[in-house]
């Protein structure tokens, strides 16, 4: 790709101007399209074969797009979408992640239509904050869902006799590239901790709320209150369920036992 200087200052170009008039930057925009073509050049990232094989679990599994859209305005709105400056989820990662949730998902659990997509965010927050991430990565692709096994630094095992070589930081989530065994397509995402932070007060939030009926609005004069997806979008509002959950389920002292 040849980058024109003087077309990107608005500068109009002259039947009579001749190429070396110009400053021009040469810009590699390249990458290998295919699986094959990646690993006999050694690059090791088929984004083509990526992008198709997202677009074809959306299709099969329609629930996963209107999710991630509020997951990802929901990470938006805690600044939890940043990888590289501050370590959040990728929409990538995120989008590999509801995949490999929903392909783990039992056929029969059918919810009604009225009420499916509000119980999948919430059966999904509960899993994205309980699942013991710090031992277990996990693999998505063509093949079917795969759990790895993670030593306590946060290593991946070798598994099948498999070499491993990246080394992941502890405590960070591990994704393997649906086309490449070596890469973790999350290893960016270094607090990813904080980001289960938030996740976990959402669930809380959704999870604890309730709202005056009807009735009492209309004749007990009680304001319509924010809607429970606005409230998990304000951080004031998570930073206080945080606050909550941890209280609630914080060690409690017996107080059965004598003191001494």
């Known amino acids: 790709l040849i980058v024109d200087t003087a ?8 039947s009579d101007q001749s190429e070396s008039s110009h400053s021009c930057i040469p810009v590699d925009i390249t990458f290998y399209s295919r699986k094959n073509q990646s690993e006999s050049s050694g690059a090791g990232y088929s984004p083509i074969d990526c992008r198709d094989f997202v ?10 797009r209107p999710i991630v859209l509020v997951l990802k305005q929901f990470l938006f709105a805690h600044d939890m979408n940043d990888v590289y400056g501050k370590g959040g989820l990728s929409s990538h990662s995120l989008i590999l992640l509801l ?3 929903f392909n783990s998902v039992k056929s029969e659990d059918v919810l009604p239509e009225e009420c499916e997509h509000g119980e999948w965010l919430v059966r999904i927050l509960h899993w994205l904050g ?47 590239d649906p086309f490449n065994k070596d890469i973790n397509v999350a290893r960016s995402s270094y607090n990813w901790w904080q980001v289960r ?24 004069g009680i304001p319509e ?34 003191k001494t």
């Open 225 to 258: 209150m924010t809607s429970p997806l606005g409230l998990i979008m304000q951080q004031s509002k998570i930073a206080t369920a945080i606050e909550q959950a941890q209280k609630e389920f914080a060690p409690r002292k017996d107080s059965s036992a004598k």
């Open 197 to 220: 932070r938030v996740l976990q007060g959402a669930h809380y939030l959704l999870t604890h709320h309730s709202e005056a009926a009807p009735h009492q609005r209309i004749f007990g």
């Open 55 to 64: 677009k074809e679990e959306l299709e099969k599994n329609k629930i996963i």
């Open 130 to 176: 309980e699942f013991p991430f710090d031992h277990i990565g996990m693999a998505v692709g063509t093949k079917g869902n795969e759990l790895i096994a993670l030593d306590s630094t946060g290593f991946k095992q070798v598994i099948q006799g498999r070499a491993v070589p990246q080394r992941e930081t502890a405590g960070c989530l591990y994704i393997e």
């Open 99 to 101: 995949i490999f949730y």
């Open 7 to 14: 077309l990107l200052e608005g500068e109009a170009e002259t």
